[in-house]
């Protein structure tokens, strides 16, 4: 049985005000401010299956159908799956232990969940056991240099960057108490660590993608499993 997840006692809160209040789209890591990178990096499908790893509520769901895939997502909280299983077929499931089999799918995307997997890397590993040959990865999260407890964006024209940014590691600090992190706490990698874990999962970066202003808030991958 999948572990309890800290998003279970706040998915009616993340689905009602994180997703639909006043902030919604300014917050560091708020899925709902992500520009057109999920489009510009995961292309069509073709009526294809893409599984989304840490689907929370399932808001990509349409997103991922307008671009002709058939997503079907798995995460780790019951709470937040409760708003999901209306909007995609879902599985409760650890996205370090994929219920999937191998070489199966063409397409998986991570989305804005990095932070919350402590061991991404293994995560990343998954991703990769379960694509195709040739199969498409698509990593969408907090940008590691510019969103993290080290970071102070309360002025919107400027962003503070203080000390903190080498070490990885868990905190609830946060600049704002609208997100999430002071609420579940959110791990952070920089930017080697993060990279290094699609290289050491066998998977090969094709594009990169940065969003938000005045510093990006985004940082967006695409890698390729080895045919």
Not at 9 to 25: H, V
Not at 89 to 111: K, N, Q
Not at 156 to 181: F, H, K, N
């Amino acid at each position: 049985m999948a572990r309890a997840s800290a998003y279970d006692g706040i998915a009616d809160w993340y689905e009602q005000e994180f997703l639909g209040g006043p902030t919604a789209r300014a917050t560091d890591g708020n899925p709902l401010a992500l520009g057109g990178v999920l489009g510009v990096l995961l292309g069509e499908g073709e009526g294809a299956a893409c599984l989304e790893i840490g689907c929370g509520t399932g808001v990509h769901a349409k997103r991922l159908r307008e671009l002709g895939w058939e997503p079907v997502g798995v995460d780790l909280s019951g709470g937040m799956l409760r708003h999901a299983r209306g909007r995609l077929p879902v599985a409760r499931a650890d996205a370090a232990r994929l219920p999937v089999a191998d070489g199966s799918l063409p397409a998986v995307v991570a989305v804005m969940v990095h932070t919350d997997m402590p061991g991404y890397p293994a995560v990343l590993r998954e991703a990769a056991r379960v694509l195709r040959p040739g199969g498409v990865f698509v990593h969408i999260g907090v940008h590691p240099c510019f969103c993290g407890g080290f970071t102070d964006r309360s002025d919107g024209e400027a962003v503070v960057i203080r000390p903190g940014y080498l070490d990885a590691g868990w905190t609830r600090e946060s600049w704002s108490d609208q997100g999430l992190r002071d609420k579940v706490g959110a791990g952070h990698l920089p930017l080697p660590g993060l990279l290094h874990g699609f290289l050491d999962a066998g998977l090969t970066l094709e594009r990169i993608a940065e969003h938000g202003a005045p510093t990006p808030i985004v940082l967006a991958l695409r890698a390729r499993k080895a045919g």
